[in-house]
């Protein structure tokens, strides 16, 4: 069965520097998400894109935060200057189609540490 | 805005018996409603989804049943086993500009021992 993948799996960064998580998504699918859960929190949602732009973002996304799918297959999130409360694990998801019923397909996430 | 609210965890079992994790919703309109598990070290996956009022979504040996009546959707197994040992989250599709993105529950932690 097609899965999204999510690159690296941990990533050890110093406050202040960017970093960039990357995310494939499964092939046909068209709609890309990220969220991010803070360890013992719950899941929130951060950012949706569709057709090469943003479609919504939440307002834990400000101006630190940059998504980008650079070619037919990556799907991208790029934090700028890295905070500590920034230190979660990130998830990708993708869907088919953006109709209400239609399930979002997660990676396995990738655990951001900010030192 | 929309909410989700879960039972609080862990829930500890012994294997063979009855699971029932209580979801309840707060939303405008009819959302989709799914359940999550997240097995230790891995990602969400979709346990199973409902995506209309009486909607029973099963999987696994999983049910929920989607009461729009009492805005609820409990996650329930008959007989858990070892394996089922995970969180297990709910989620309702909250509609967007544009798409809709997931509101999640805080998860509920699940361990059924031997």
């Known amino acids: 069965e097609p899965e999204v993948t999510q690159t690296p799996s941990h990533q050890v960064t110093q406050m202040g520097q960017e970093v960039i998580l990357r995310c494939v998504p499964i092939s046909n699918h068209l709609y890309f998400y990220w969220y991010r859960q803070i360890l013992g929190q719950k899941v929130e949602f951060l950012v949706s894109f569709y057709n090469n732009e943003i479609s919504e973002k939440s307002e834990i996304f400000d101006d630190q935060f940059s998504v980008e799918r650079p070619d037919g297959s990556n799907f991208t999130l790029k934090i700028r200057s890295t905070k500590l409360e920034d230190s979660a694990m990130y998830f990708c998801?993708?869907?088919?189609?953006?109709?209400?019923?239609?399930?979002?397909?997660f990676g396995d996430g990738t655990r951001l540490s900010i030192l | 805005g929309n909410s989700v609210t879960q039972m609080e965890g862990p829930v500890t079992l012994s294997e063979e018996a009855f699971l029932t994790i209580n979801c309840t919703y707060t939303?405008?309109?009819?959302?989709?409603l799914f359940w999550y598990v997240q097995y230790p070290g891995e990602g969400l996956q979709l346990l199973l989804k409902a995506t209309k009022a009486d909607d029973k979504g099963s999987n696994k040996g999983f049910e929920a049943t989607y009461r729009k009546e009492t805005t609820s959707f409990h996650l329930e197994k008959g007989s858990v086993q070892v394996s089922d040992s995970a969180v297990y989250f709910c989620a309702l599709s909250d509609r967007g500009s544009g798409t809709y993105k997931y509101i999640f529950g805080t998860g509920t932690r699940l361990k059924v021992l031997a």
């Open positions: 939303a405008t309109g009819y959302p989709s």
């Open positions: 998801a993708s869907s088919q189609s953006r109709e209400s019923n239609q399930p979002q397909h």
